[in-house]
T-cell receptor
Framework: AQSVAQPEDQVNVAEGNPLTVKCTYS??????LFWYVQYPNRGLQFLLK??????LVKGSYGFEAEFNKSQTSFHLKKPSALVSDSALYFC??????????FGKGTTLSVSS | EAGVAQSPRYKIIEKRQSVAFWCNPI?????LYWYQQILGQGPKLLIQ????????DSQLPKDRFSAERLKGVDSTLKIQPAKLEDSAVYLC???????????????FGNGTRLTVT
């Protein structure tokens, strides 16, 4: 069965510093990987996805993520964090013939 | 483009009562999803429609939950009777792609927060 893990409940970073939100996955075939962000009392918003091709994918708001097949990881990164990046981030995975599975989420807190 | 519309935003009911949620997806989106998000957890798929047909309802508690998507556009999700553990945010999402899995991004509504007392 496929699964996705976000090992950190919360990540704290100072504004201007780089940030990383971790995600690992488990699927039996080739994964399709996604990151979504959720602001308070709002639905999830799509940030970026990896389907195939270049392992480094770029998305909205300056975020990027690196697909690492050997480590089964898809960590979300940003070179310089903003206070406005503070939100709840979800990693999600699916593969052929299956529904999208979400991780439990990581709260990102960026301090000024 | 207009986003995914959901109503109501909030609902408080007593256990054993019934409740219904409504969703209007983005125009032209063939695939519609209902997710349940319990506090502290990621969204869990309840049901997926492709046009007006059900693609996946394997995690829908069919003894109490039902959903329909008439004419392949709007959708309603119903719970009858509600239990305390149904307290959650119910998210509707839609996507353009007809392929499965959805390589097209999901567009989510703001959700309905249900409290069962």
């Amino acid at each position: 069965a496929q699964s996705v893990a976000q090992p950190e409940d919360q990540v704290n970073v100072a504004e201007g510093n780089p940030l990383t939100v971790k995600c690992t996955y488990s699927v039996s075939g080739n994964p399709y990987l996604f990151w979504y962000v959720q602001y308070p009392n709002r639905g999830l918003q799509f940030l970026l996805k990896y389907i195939t091709g270049d392992n480094l994918v770029k998305g909205s708001y300056g975020f990027e993520a690196e697909f690492n097949k050997s480590q089964t990881s898809f960590h979300l990164k940003k070179p310089s964090a903003l206070v406005s990046d503070s939100a709840l981030y979800f990693c999600a995975v699916n593969q052929a013939g299956t529904a999208l599975i979400f991780g439990k989420g990581t709260t990102l807190s960026v301090s000024s | 483009e207009a986003g995914v519309a959901q109503s109501p935003r909030y609902k408080i009911i007593e256990k054993r009562q019934s409740v219904a949620f409504w969703c209007n997806p983005i125009s032209g989106h063939a695939t519609l999803y209902w997710y349940q998000q319990i506090l502290g957890q990621g969204p869990k798929l309840l049901i997926q429609f492709q046009n007006n047909g059900v693609v996946d309802d394997s995690q829908l508690p069919k003894d109490r939950f039902s959903a329909e998507r008439l004419k392949g556009v709007d959708s309603t999700l119903k719970i009858q009777p509600a239990k305390l553990e149904d307290s959650a945010v119910y998210l509707c999402a839609s996507s353009l792609g007809l392929d499965r899995p959805a390589t097209s991004p999901l567009h989510f509504g703001n959700g309905t927060r249900l409290t069962v007392t």
